[in-house]
DNA sequence: CTGTTAGCGCCTTCAT
DNA sequence: ATGAAGGCGCTAACAG
């Protein structure tokens, strides 16, 4: 409980070696000169001891610590996990500690955002944010570093890091419109906007307008299990008819790929399905699901990396869009 | 960079308030008697100021931070990040939160844990621990709570969760005898000795003992992309005769279903396939793949919850040890 | 009910 | 090259 925990301090060090505990302050850091032979006195007693300085201290004293906030939606998505570990592995890589938030809605992101800011991290990196623009104040007040991933809605002055699926969303549904498909159905979670989804919708819309296609905006959560049921009975009442599907992630794709495919329909002879945000099951999934890809891996890296840079010096570029490929595998014609 | 933050300090507050700092501590923890006339005169200034108390003072005053570390390898297998999701709604829950340190292999396993140290987390939790003793003794010495995922070698005397994956596998590979398998291929990472996956070779073997199959050991980096290639050239040069392949995960068991479609093959006719740590992917592969199931979330919540209770109060039954059920799908025939 | 004071563990001038 | 002392922001007795 609270009870207070034996932890052996930079004091029992000093008197260990007996120095004072400035100088076991200074070999630590490595700063100022210490001679060597007492400096070694320090290290043993350091080993001898098992003293580990503490970060809360050290952050107090210096008003600095090693803590990164990353504030992200709970639902584990395989495609934020792998933000994520680009996130982590660069994190560890320049010596923070990346400290997780997680969020359910938009009251839980306040929340969340105190629980950031309480920990006096050095910057945040916030995933898709659904942060108002009072909970943004917050940052800006204290200038806090802060790196975005996923569109800006809020046009704060901080890092930016995108992924412009957009743009080959168009090309897609503009080669579909010329190879003749006339309905296509998008898959819309009513509730959530997360997915770096914002203009998906809007994309699709304009594409369709000056033609004859009929866009079909269908509202179900993004859950595989959900949407497979669904298919399955859809496609049970009514045969599919050369229509296209878009999913916002890949496996939601193989939802509605596995449905047709378990009634006996074949994919993209019967109906063609894409998923935006492409993961290893595009690969995985046979027939394999034809989406848009980019690196997650590296959206996540690329993001930390911009916040350590804007830890360390001015950044003048703190925008990052990254382009996609739409890779067309087996799931559509074009 | 390390300019001091200019954050608004419990001092500020009071002086906003006309009180002294001790009666803001008050209001903040909602400890012992406040008026609340004067109570709301520092809640007003609380949020005038937008003051956030510093979890790093208020740490280093109780000696008690919320801070939960949990140390985990840095590949993100979607099964981890399940575990992960678990464990940090539960830190969620219980208002702690998850700080992460992950590792690459032993040696940066020892840094880890000296990072976990540092942070004056609460308790921790370790998957899979690749920890050696002299690891160990540093948390037992300041008598951390430490809760292990996964096989516990070093019989620490501390939480325990582990998932059984053994007796079902046994299980499955006895039945798979009595229907008449001849050839068993075991797909093992020579390198990395994760996923819970000690005693799995060991099962193996002493199922296969007293029988007439041929075991044999593949080792072969445990990746989608290795294994898929590996066995479209096995399969090219050699078509498969009625064996069966058992990977450690189901995406590596379907990459050596993939290979043999790929070329023509049929699973499980021509050979079967079983992946044994199941994700979602197994329900969403074609054909589905046999695995053995258990709630990996359930798993990672579970173990955050012993941890919570062990950082509350005095914990009696330190061990929770989960059974699978072999799930029999489309890639095996028993 | 409220204010005063002494730490928590460490860093950082300022002397020596 | 080393030591002494003040302070980081907060909590927790202890007085009043």
Same mark, same amino acid.
């Given at each position: ?22 100088t076991v302050s ?66 560890? /890589? ?100 997360? $997915? ?19 866009? $079909? ?24 008819? $050369? ?8 496996s939601l794709g ?22 935006? /945000? ?23 890296? /690329? ?10 010096? /001015?950044?003048?570029?703190?925008e990052f869009i ?13």
């Open positions: 409980m609270a009870d207070k925990k034996n932890r052996t301090t930079i004091y029992q060090v000093a008197k260990e070696a007996n120095v004072s505990l400035a200074r070999v630590i850091n490595g700063k100022g000169n210490v001679n060597e032979e007492t400096a070694k006195l320090v290290r043993d007693a350091i080993d001898k001891l098992g003293y580990i300085p503490s970060v809360l201290a050290r952050g107090l004293a210096t008003s600095y610590t090693t803590n990164i906030g990353i504030v992200l939606p709970s639902p584990n998505y395989v495609y934020i996990n792998n933000i994520m570990a680009g996130m982590m592995d660069v994190c560890k /890589i320049y010596g923070y500690s990346p400290l997780i938030f997680t969020f359910e809605d938009v009251e839980d992101a306040a929340r969340a955002v105190d629980s950031v800011l309480a920990s006096r991290v050095e910057g945040i990196v916030v995933f898709n944010s659904q942060l108002t623009s009072s909970d943004v104040a917050k940052f800006t007040k204290i200038s806090l570093p802060v790196v975005i991933i996923g569109k800006d809605k809020l046009s704060i002055k901080n890092g930016l890091v995108d992924v412009d699926y957009v743009s080959e969303l168009k090309r897609f549904i503009n080669e579909e419109i010329k190879g003749g498909i006339k309905d296509i159905y998008f898959l819309k979670d009513p509730k959530k906007d997360w $997915h770096m989804t914002n203009g998906y919708e809007e994309a699709i819309v304009s594409c369709v307008e000056k033609s004859k296609i009929n866009l $079909h905006i269908i509202e179900i959560a993004d859950s595989y299990n959900v949407i497979y049921d669904y298919f399955k009975e859809k496609f049970s009442n009514q045969k599919p008819n $050369h229509e296209l599907y878009i999913a916002t992630r890949d193989t939802a509605v790929v596995n449905a047709g495919l378990d009634l006996g329909y074949s994919v993209p002879m019967d109906y063609e399905v894409m998923g935006i /945000i492409s993961t290893k099951n595009s690969i995985m999934s046979r027939p394999q699901m034809s989406s848009i890809n980019v690196d997650l891996y590296e959206v996540g890296s /690329i993001a930390m990396r911009m916040l350590t840079k804007m830890l360390t010096s /001015i950044v003048n570029k703190k990254f382009t996609t490929n739409y890779i067309k595998k087996e799931t559509t014609k074009f």
